[in-house]
């Protein structure tokens, strides 16, 4: 696999690598996850964020998306570090695509994370809508938006994925089945 760096606000001429690979140059990691990633190297030290297990099944929603993405955003590290504890590929669907595509002004970004192996398509809108139009009517008063639905639908889809987001604030509230709560993984002291 080509290794590239995706990272759409790298500085000019130099790929962006995270502190630890900087500091541990001889480790090298050919796994899809790094390459898609943009890290051509892997810190000295496995990176494991705090109450995540070693490796988890994940379901992958905007806000991690653009937080791996931007360097600059304020949950960039935290990304970075569950990008190394979870087991590719990420399950994700075309709503959140779409956001995470805006948000980031990348479209090929987003693409090429799908088309290295970060992130799977693994939802069916037109087959799933009557369950999303139930999700819409049950959380009205939150103003949810698509990409929100789908991941909780997602959820109830794949009960054994967590799903990765900045959104702490929606997702401990949204229930699947509607009464389980959404096992979710999430930055430390987040609060929105």
């Not at 030290?45 to 955003?73: Q, Y």
């Not at 990348?106 to 992130?119: I, P, T």
């Not at 997702?171 to 699947?176: E, G, K």
Request: proline share 8%.
């Amino acid at each position: 696999m080509v290794k590239r760096d995706l990272t759409p606000d790298r500085a000019a001429g130099r790929p962006y690598r995270p502190p630890a690979a900087r500091a541990c140059p001889s480790r090298v990691r050919e796994s899809g996850l790094f390459a898609a990633c943009g890290k051509d190297q892997r810190p000295c030290r496995p990176v494991v964020s705090k109450g995540v297990p070693p490796t988890v099944k994940a379901i992958a929603d905007t806000g991690f998306i653009v937080a791996f993405g931007n360097r600059h955003d304020r949950h960039h590290e935290w990304a970075i570090q569950i990008a190394a504890t979870v087991t590719p590929p990420l399950l994700t669907c075309e709503a959140v695509l779409a956001e995470a595509a805006f948000q980031l002004g990348s479209c090929s970004y987003v693409l090429a994370l799908v088309k290295d192996g970060m992130l799977q398509l693994a939802f069916d809108l037109a087959k799933n809508l009557t369950r999303l139009a139930e999700l819409a009517k049950q959380y009205e008063d939150r103003q949810p938006d698509l990409a929100d639905l789908c991941v909780i639908c997602m959820s109830e889809l794949h009960p054994r994925h967590s799903v990765v987001t900045v959104d702490q604030t929606d997702f401990r509230v949204y229930r699947r089945n509607r009464r389980e709560m959404i096992p979710i993984v999430c930055p430390p002291n987040n609060r929105g």
